[in-house]
């Protein structure tokens, strides 16, 4: 590290004349400008967008103001694609946080009183994180091919099922088989946030509890969950939030298949902007998706706010 | 398993069966983590007789012959080459554009600060889905539509937030006597920043990169957008969109999924550590 330079005293003109404030705003500029064009003005495009019928391949462009909306309201494909994101990040977000904790609790307990899990588990775990979601859809749909599949031989070989289960095409399985690999891609994520929560709760809490006999049951109900509320909030912000917008990992899985039962808001806006072209009720579509998630992480901040204040 | 002696936390039982419990969980655990990745690493091996059939689950002979077809036949390579220079160039923009602004957020006067990160983290909250029309007709109207230029810059902005909020968390916790210092000698704020706080944060600045790079890496649906030729798509695309004229060719698409995985997964085992450290410092703070 090179100390700084020591210029005397400062005389510069211009530029270099600006106050701590100005500096400031001149520092963050780069970044504001570069979010402001390709994130704010998108999204206010978007907004613009869906009040058009949009159709390039026909040169129909016309302003509709809100008709784009009250179709949407009247499409049965918009609520079954509500219905099916909201089951699909309902389950795979309680089967993650569950697991994590799992997961985590089990990491602890294999340090024993040291503050670090074992590299090779850290490792193991961080995996399934790093792997590239669309390659985890293909490692999946790998797993899940009816005929040569692995996991039908093992369920097969161990008597579970006695035929075969064409998992993808199965309008009650494909959903299913969906949260399954959610589950496997982003469980670590969950159990390594909580993993670093566990290792931040001090140990003579549960020697004091211990020493009042307090049972393994009543450590974790009383220490370790009041302890860790902040974190699990935290997890159910950030899953809930990724689980809302899925798409990569459904779309390459079964492309929303079969007949639409897979199919997440965020494949039926895919689908309507670039397969069908519909340029402006496909906005109104993502606006929607929009506005979802921003009810939903406000009434998140919500609650991370209460419980941050509480734990501080 | 190593420390039996210990009054572990799974209590009650004697200490071998213990041990073996403990053997039975993570073994369960290691195979749910791991054993999807060894089957496709498996498949990836096997001769193509073998795909069509099971058992046997191992092949009596391994062959490379689906990474010879992926590496030399395929569009694979250019599209690995792709998503580096992606990846690379919209972590280099990143850092460098989010360093200037959380440093101004960390330690320069400014009105309105919880509000700017209040808003960073609302960007980051964006569905894809919602601006990708326009980003796409914008793209397409500066002529950056099927550029490695349109996918760089998008991934560096949609990152944006995540270095910016890393970022100003790392500064945050180095002492601000430095900076003082450094402006009393003489220093402008830009030049203190360069001079003096960027080197001290270099683990941070390393966090922060690390996780910019593998989320452009693996990012699918504006690579996928923005994209559409083989000269262009990045690697992810490239696998969702592996060619299979009449069946899916599982073991060359298991052979590429590896290949691609490979990068990531390698940096994700090396620098473990300092991955989780940036996870839970980026979402512990917000």
């Known amino acids: ?312 | 398993m190593c420390d039996m002696e210990k009054p572990g936390r799974l209590g009650g039982f004697g200490p071998f069966r213990r041990a073996g419990l403990r053997f039975c969980i993570l073994l369960a655990v290691g195979l749910f983590c791991l054993g999807p990745v060894l089957w496709q690493a498996v498949t990836s091996v096997k001769p193509d007789v073998d795909l069509v059939r099971l058992p046997p689950i191992l092949p009596e002979r391994a062959t490379g012959l689906h990474y010879e077809r992926v590496l030399l036949e395929s569009p694979l390579v250019q599209s690995l080459v792709n998503s580096m220079v992606v990846a690379a160039s919209a972590t280099a923009v990143s850092i460098i554009v989010g360093s200037f602004c959380a440093f101004a957020l960390a330690r320069l006067p400014m009105a309105g600060k919880p509000v700017i990160l209040g808003f960073v983290l609302a960007t980051s909250m964006f569905p894809p889905i919602a601006v990708i029309s326009p980003l796409y007709l914008l793209m397409r109207e500066l002529g950056l539509r099927d550029t490695l230029v349109a996918v760089g810059l998008t991934h560096a902005v949609y990152a944006l937030p995540l270095a910016v909020w890393l970022l100003t968390s790392f500064f945050r916790q180095l002492p601000s006597e430095l900076y003082y210092a450094a402006r009393v000698d003489g220093c402008t704020p830009l030049r203190a920043l360069v001079t003096v706080i960027l080197p001290l944060a270099r683990p941070g600045l390393a966090v922060a990169a690390l996780l910019v790079f593998i989320f452009s890496w693996n990012e699918f649906m504006f690579a996928l957008t923005l994209t559409a030729s083989d000269s262009t798509r990045t690697a992810p695309v490239a696998v969702a969109l592996f060619p299979g004229l009449y069946e899916i060719p599982w073991g060359d698409l298991a052979a590429a999924s590896l290949v691609v995985t490979l990068p990531v997964a390698g940096l994700a085992a090396l620098f473990q550590r300092h991955i989780m450290t940036g996870l839970t410092a980026g979402s512990v703070k917000g």
């Not at chain 1, 613009?48 to 462009?61: A, E, K, Q």
């Not at chain 1, 588990?121 to 040569?148: F, G, K, N």
């Not at chain 1, 969906?178 to 993993?195: E, G, I, R, S």
């Open chain 1, 1 to 312: 590290m090179t100390p700084p330079r020591f210029t005397g005293t400062e005389g510069p003109t211009g530029l270099l004349r600006l106050s701590e404030r100005g500096w400031g705003y001149l520092l963050a500029a780069p970044a504001f400008v570069l979010v402001g064009l390709l994130a704010l003005a998108p999204i206010m495009a978007a907004l613009w967008l869906s009040l058009h019928r949009r159709l390039p391949i026909f040169g129909v462009d016309e302003f509709v103001g809100a008709w784009n909306y009250l179709q949407l309201w009247s499409d049965d494909r918009f609520w079954a694609a509500c219905r099916t994101t909201l089951y699909f990040t309902g389950l795979s977000v309680t089967a993650e946080l569950l697991l994590g904790f799992g997961l985590a609790i089990l990491l602890d307990s294999l340090t024993g009183g040291r503050d670090r899990s074992p590299r090779w588990a850290q490792v193991m775990i961080i995996l399934p994180w790093a792997v590239p979601t669309v390659v985890s859809a293909q490692i999946w749909a790998w797993l899940y091919q009816p005929e040569y599949g692995l996991l039908n031989y093992l369920l097969l070989q161990a008597g579970v099922i006695d035929a075969r289960i064409d998992w993808l095409a199965d309008p009650d399985w494909a959903i299913h088989a969906a949260v399954v690999m959610d589950v496997w891609k982003t469980t670590p994520f969950a159990a390594l946030l909580l993993l670093a929560g566990l290792k931040s709760v001090p140990q003579e809490l549960y020697a004091a509890a211990r020493v009042d006999g307090a049972g393994a049951w009543q450590r974790f109900r009383r220490i370790t969950l009041p302890l860790l509320m902040p974190i699990v909030v935290i997890v159910l912000v950030f899953r809930t939030m990724d689980a809302v917008r899925v798409f990569d990992a459904v779309f390459v899985l079964t492309g929303g298949g079969p007949g639409n039962t897979t199919e997440t808001l965020s494949i039926y806006a895919y689908k309507t902007l670039f397969q069908t072209l519909q340029f402006g009720y496909g906005s109104a579509l993502a606006t929607a998706i929009f506005v979802i998630v921003a009810a939903l992480s406000s009434l998140y901040v919500l609650l991370l706010r209460r419980h941050l204040r509480e734990s501080l």
